[in-house]
């Protein structure tokens, strides 16, 4: 399972990359919004982790331009921003699973979970 990372803070990004990699996950990452649109072209990854809040293009913007994709992919949208608002507003843009900062990993590897078993149901459905 191959997982695109876009977090511009280095050292989630870097703990993110070794917890997921110990559990087996290929893990991609990304520093801000466009290098991760560019990676995901470039690497095809089964499921995006975004950040809400990153420079160049923000968690919102990004998911946009996925879902204009022909691929769907599952997307988890990370974020400090956890007032039931902007829960909202994070699946209204489309993010398949919202996880508010700070999180326990084990909460991110069952979100994970969660979305891998999304995705055969998905491509029965033509997504």
Excluded at 30 to 41: M, Y
Excluded at 64 to 89: C, F, G, H, Y
């Amino acid at each position: 399972m191959k997982i695109l990372i876009a977090e511009d803070e280095n050292d989630i990004l870097l703990g993110l990359t070794v917890q997921l990699e110990s559990r087996g996950y290929e893990i991609i990452g990304a520093g801000d919004g466009e290098e991760a649109l560019a990676l995901i072209v470039r690497h095809d990854p089964d499921i995006v982790i975004l950040d809400l809040m990153m420079p160049k293009k923000n968690g919102y913007e990004v998911i946009k331009e996925l879902r204009k994709q022909p691929k769907w992919r599952p997307v988890i949208m990370l974020s400090a921003l956890n007032d039931t608002k902007d829960v909202i507003k994070g699946y209204q843009h489309e993010a398949d699973y919202y996880l508010t900062k700070p999180f326990k990993i084990d909460q991110l590897v069952e979100g994970i979970k969660v979305m891998t078993s999304l995705i055969p149901i998905r491509k029965q459905a033509g997504g």
